[in-house]
């Protein structure tokens, strides 16, 4: 990425600020935060700006994605024994004798239970796959190959499929299937026949439950469908104004009066054209339903030309946002009311990221985008103050921050009303789904206080 060097200090200042915030029990992020900032303060970060998406199915250090099966009898095959490495169109099985195309889906995977070695592993990005993945393939799954029917000399083992017998609970209720014809499957004294599925009950004692995953390097894992939530980046963005478009401070303070909310706060509020990097410096990896503090930190670096460097992904952008700057005196007085009235201990960073949440989720909701189309940049000003920018993602913008700038000013005030005057739908003491979480937000809803938010929003100075 051209010039990333000017944005990395900031980048580095953001990771620290974030890390104090998340010293309470998220040993990975602190320490890869951490890492982060120590490696721009060195000169070794290398910042990657993709040009082109590609995927490998496996293995890889991460996952190995090779295994596929049909959702309508369970059959897994394998794309490099029985594709030729190709994604199989539809079942090998039964795909062809329907009416229809059975078009097959990614196989069940093993994730770790909880995060592994304190919670950061690092990977080199010029080492070959050594051992096995941290994502298992169901050919790791205990008894998958056990079938009375494979062990011929003449017939290969083939894996048995996989079902779940209530597709209310997919996962607590997998089973195996038989992975043979309905001819060679007749002669098996353990074939249960179920519409469809043809259930295996070899050494079941009945109903598979649970199916494990065998222990791999002292890890245990559970089986997850594949998806985008088992692998989460962490995101940082930093800002820098290009053009000063318009100045709605002294707009925006009266109408945050006139619904009797604080304004005193606000130093600045205005509407302009920005120039953001992101910066994806790790990745969660862990089951889609872990909590991010069972999630296990993944960084990857290269030690190409004998100096270890960070190496991350970027990304640099043009486009439209609106800026509001907190004052430090504000924050230091949300933190100390929230301290003697809730015991809470809050840092600067989680009062301006609370704002930044409610001040996105009211764009979202006024300009009616897409959650996805609105990120945050929340940058600290060598006098204390923060910097919350909420900004179109995507080149150029989407017209939303420049829709309510124009039109919606008093709706977003209202929202913001709202949000003071209602507590928690579900009670949660600092940030849920019900109140402050942001789908997309770079940090995954972490140093978050919906308490913190309300107290600001109705600070009087």
């Not at 096995?132 to 083992?157: A, F, H, M, Q």
């Not at 909310?261 to 990097?277: M, N, R, T």
């Not at 009303?417 to 579900?426: D, E, H």
Request: aromatic share 10%; charged share 25%; glycine share 8%.
């Amino acid at each position: 990425m051209s010039d990333a060097t000017s944005y990395l200090d900031l980048i580095a200042s953001i990771a620290e600020d974030m890390a104090q915030s998340y010293g309470r029990g998220a040993t990975g992020i602190v320490v890869a935060l951490a890492r982060l900032a120590d490696k721009v303060r060195r000169g070794e970060v290398e910042v990657w700006e993709p040009k082109k998406v590609s995927f490998n199915l496996g293995p890889s250090r991460i996952s190995d994605l090779r295994y596929f099966r049909c959702p309508v009898c369970g059959y897994v095959s394998e794309t490099v024994s029985e594709t030729g490495g190709q994604i199989p169109p539809v079942c090998p099985r039964c795909g062809r004798n329907y009416n229809y195309r059975v078009y097959t889906v990614q196989a069940y995977v093993g994730v770790p239970r909880d995060r592994v070695r304190a919670g950061l592993l690092e990977f080199d990005v010029g080492e070959s796959q050594r051992g096995e993945s941290l994502v298992l393939p169901v050919s790791y799954i205990v008894g998958i190959r056990d079938c009375v029917l494979g062990r011929s000399k003449e017939r290969s083992r083939k894996l048995k499929g996989l079902m779940p017998r209530d597709p209310e609970r997919p996962l607590s209720s997998l089973g195996f299937t038989c992975p043979y014809d309905d001819v060679t499957s007749q002669l098996c004294n353990y074939l249960r026949i179920e519409g469809n599925i043809r259930w295996c009950q070899y050494r079941q004692y009945g109903i598979q439950r649970y199916l494990v995953f065998q222990r791999q390097g002292g890890i245990e894992r559970i089986p997850a469908m594949p998806s985008e939530a088992i692998t989460k980046p962490f995101k940082i963005s930093a800002h820098l104004l290009r053009e000063y478009l318009k100045d709605f401070t002294n707009e925006f303070k009266k109408m945050l009066q006139d619904v009797r909310l604080g304004s005193e706060w606000v130093e600045k509020a205005y509407f302009g054209e920005f120039e953001v990097v992101t910066l994806v410096p790790f990745y969660l990896v862990g089951h889609p339903y872990s909590s991010r503090w069972a999630r296990t930190v993944i960084m990857y670096y290269s030690r190409a030309g004998g100096t270890e460097r960070l190496i991350a992904m970027g990304r640099k952008m043009k486009t439209y946002g609106i800026l509001v700057k907190v004052g430090s005196k504000a924050i230091s007085r949300v933190i100390e009311e929230v301290s003697t009235s809730r015991g809470a201990r809050l840092t600067p960073f989680e009062v301006a990221h609370s704002l930044a949440h409610v001040l996105a989720k009211s764009v979202i909701k006024v300009s009616g985008v897409d959650p996805r189309e609105i990120e945050e940049s929340i940058l600290k000003s060598r006098d204390g103050s923060y910097e919350v920018l909420i900004y179109d993602d995507s080149p150029g913008g989407v017209g939303a921050t420049r829709a309510v700038v124009d039109l919606g000013m008093p709706d977003l005030v209202e929202e913001m009303r709202r949000f003071v005057s209602l507590p928690c739908p579900r009670g949660c003491l600092s940030a849920c789904r019900a109140c402050l979480y942001l789908e997309g937000c770079g940090s995954l809803n972490k140093g978050l206080s919906w308490i913190a938010a309300k107290t600001l929003l109705s600070l009087a100075l």
